[in-house]
């Protein structure tokens, strides 16, 4: 009845007194906004406008109210838009921009919130570039019990300790939050499109029984760069963190994210009490493919059934670590890097039904020595180890292994076809796996999966995800990428959005302009050194792209890198002779590079040095013009830069991939570089450039 009301209130608008907006406007009527742009900074911040009473509607078809200046960074928004309070309280259309929280539901029951646009608040700088991944940049979305994901992230829509709430056909795109369920209990979400944000599309703390269908959470996600880093920094097109049970997520859109959908039971669960979790939530028939990290996480609950999804093209199609009671059934994942599924210290779970392919393993399950946890309040008061889990009715095919064990016990690996693959991958055990029992399928397994069909024009892979300052591409307008190229003989740039050929307007510099299209398909700008180009050329070009005007800049740096590798045994930190002794002997390894850009990631040189512990001296001569230069380098681990023998630059530690800089007055003529490098472990990388300062 109270749904009939509330549509029926909806189409009767018409004849509601109008008023204008204001700052601190207090709605006790109901009324039509004036409409019109309206530019409101929420002074106070108790709210632009305040909707105080019950069964009230409020139309804003047609207004829009924007909260910051024109030209105000979106990590300076600040205020809120709209605050709902009251019970039962209808609001119609309407945007709201430039906020921290475009508009806030604050307790009651049974409010609709029906087609507001929220997009383009509050979103924080990302320190991140397409070269190296930033730490500052992780979100951290474990407290929220005061409130700290609006107050700290911002949101377009924040329910909070609400009952009842409807967000129906609403939108909120290029903000770092789209919808905030806080506290809130048996809310329906349906419709809604919260899709290109750099931190979650759609996010529940604390919130259970509620109905989510029907929404699109696509690119939700920050902490990626193509072929370089692959985070996702905590970014999701589906949070569900803190005791939320029994939720429902039914064909939704979550493509493309740091993680699809991500659910984890909470530090009250891990850290305080050893119980609870997010538990007995069901997800049916959603599309997570694509995503940086997981298409589904789910962990250190139980009860949770993923039904029927689409997980392709993820780092893992599942990752359940420390899940309990799980069904996992009917799902497709495709090409997933590590896994289809992977649960470490899981228990009396199933996986059933699905369709793996092209996955390195098709179903991972372990226990490891995780001694601190497996210590704590959880570990002492929850089940860990690796057991019980039923295996059965699956396709896996291609990859290395079907499934693959290490200390489990007790998996039944039954009526599975696993195909492309040898008998002895078929199932791979490490350690003791007592008690495994394998049976083959005596006919070929078809799960019955859902059939997924693509949109026209639909994009499909990691390789569409660019992540700039602000968060996501949203492919709405030409983008350049990068807009900066330094440090190299030849800089090549993409061209993104496009519907027609650019222009090129405007050449600076001793260079030439290109076009030409890549591999899939995008145009390419390349720039080159024109005949008798010094080593050292700057460069700029204007394009004309549909009417906007894009540039791009940077400096060509022509050189040749006398490059030498070798393994090292005695800590270049701990032991300076020894390593000065090591670079006087003959390398493992030596070639000739034109730029100095070795973004090994988890790889090396070469097996002649491996992939670890290994060091780099790098040399050239460069012929430059007078004046001060800054030198740059991205390093993992240490590095040091010498200019004709004198010491300009030393970060000599155990870092992650980090940039340091350095200044050196230099007079026109030859200059001798030499670079050194240590690696000691995981990720490495070393990268140098050097730009001429302006005077």
Not at 454 to 473: L, M
Request: net charge negative; charged share 30%; with cysteine.
């Amino acid at each position: 009845m109270i749904q009939l009301l509330a549509l029926l209130a909806l189409l009767a608008a018409d004849d509601l007194p109008t008023v204008s907006a204001k700052d601190d406007l207090v709605i006790t009527q109901s009324c039509r906004i004036r409409p019109g742009t309206y530019v409101i900074e929420d002074a106070g911040e108790p709210g632009v406008l305040r909707i105080e009473g019950d069964d009230l509607l409020v139309d804003l078809t047609g207004v829009t109210i924007v909260g910051a200046k024109k030209g105000t960074d979106p990590d300076r928004y600040r205020g809120t838009g709209l605050i709902v309070t009251g019970n039962r309280n209808i609001v119609r259309r309407g945007a709201f921009r430039g906020f921290r929280v475009a508009v806030r539901v604050d307790g009651g029951e049974g409010h609709w919130l029906f087609g507001l646009d929220v997009s383009n608040n509050f979103a924080q700088r990302l320190a991140s570039t397409r070269e190296k991944e930033v730490s500052t940049d992780w979100l951290w979305p474990h407290h929220n019990d005061d409130g700290e994901w609006a107050k700290v992230y911002g949101a377009g829509i924040h329910v909070e300790r609400a009952k009842g709430v409807r967000v129906i056909e609403c939108s909120g795109h290029n903000s770092q939050n789209g919808l905030i369920l806080d506290r809130s209990n048996g809310c329906v979400v349906r419709r809604c499109d919260f899709s290109f944000n750099s931190g979650w599309g759609i996010a529940l703390w604390r919130s259970s029984e509620n109905r989510l269908e029907r929404n699109r959470c696509d690119f939700c996600v920050r902490g990626y760069s193509h072929g370089v880093y692959d985070r996702g920094q905590d970014s999701a097109g589906f949070l569900v963190f803190e005791q939320c049970h029994r939720n429902e997520f039914r064909e939704n859109s979550a493509t493309h994210g740091g993680d699809g959908f991500f659910l984890y039971a909470g530090h009250e669960t891990t850290k305080k009490t050893g119980e609870g979790g997010c538990n007995d939530n069901l997800v049916v028939g959603n599309d997570f493919s694509h995503a940086v990290a997981n298409g589904i996480e789910a962990t250190f609950s139980s009860g949770n059934r993923f039904l029927d999804n689409r997980l392709d093209d993820c780092n893992y199609g599942v990752w359940a670590g420390y899940s309990r009671k799980t069904e996992i059934r009917g799902n497709v994942m495709r090409g997933c890097t590590y896994a289809g599924v992977g649960i470490e210290h899981g228990s009396e779970n199933v996986i059933a039904g699905n369709v793996i392919e092209d996955s390195r393993r098709g179903v991972w399950l372990w226990w490891d020595e995780d001694k601190e946890f497996l210590e704590s309040v959880y570990g002492k008061k929850t089940r860990t180890d690796s057991a019980d889990t039923e295996v059965s009715g699956n396709l896996i095919r291609g990859g290395k292994a079907g499934l693959f064990l290490d200390r489990s016990a007790r998996i039944r690996f039954v009526g599975n076809t696993v195909e492309g693959l040898p008998e002895d991958a078929v199932v791979v055990t490490k350690g003791e796996c007592p008690d495994l029992v394998v049976e083959a399928a005596k006919e070929p397994v078809a799960p019955k999966v859902r059939a997924w069909r693509d949109a026209p024009g639909a994009r499909r892979g990691r390789k569409h995800i660019v992540v700039h300052e602000w968060g996501p591409y949203d492919y709405r307008a030409p983008l350049l990428v990068p807009r900066r190229i330094s440090g190299r003989p030849t800089a090549v740039f993409t061209l993104l959005g496009l519907t027609r050929t650019p222009k090129l307007v405007k050449t600076e510099g001793p260079v030439t302009v290109h076009f030409r299209m890549d591999s899939g398909g995008l145009p390419q700008i390349v720039v080159k050194p024109a005949e008798g180009a010094p080593d050292w050329a700057p460069f700029r070009f204007v394009l004309e792209a549909q009417g906007a005007e894009i540039v791009g800049e940077g400096v060509l740096l022509r050189a040749e890198w006398a490059v030498r590798h070798w393994a090292w045994e005695k800590d270049p930190r701990e032991d300076p002779e020894a390593f000065a002794a090591l670079l006087k002997t003959k390398p493992g390894r030596e070639r000739k590079l034109a730029s100095l850009e070795l973004p090994w990631r988890y790889g090396g040189p070469g097996d002649e040095v491996g992939k670890d512990r290994f060091a780099t001296v790098a040399e050239t001569t460069l012929d430059l013009p007078e004046g001060e230069w800054e030198i740059v380098t991205v390093s993992d681990d240490g590095v040091r830069v010498f200019v004709d023998g004198e010491k300009i630059l030393e970060n000599w530690t155990h870092h992650g991939p980090t940039e340091d800089r350095a200044t050196v007055k230099l007079a026109a003529g030859k200059h001798r570089i030499r670079v050194e490098h240590f690696e000691i472990d995981g990720m490495a990388w070393l990268s140098f450039r050097i730009e001429k300062k302006a005077p």
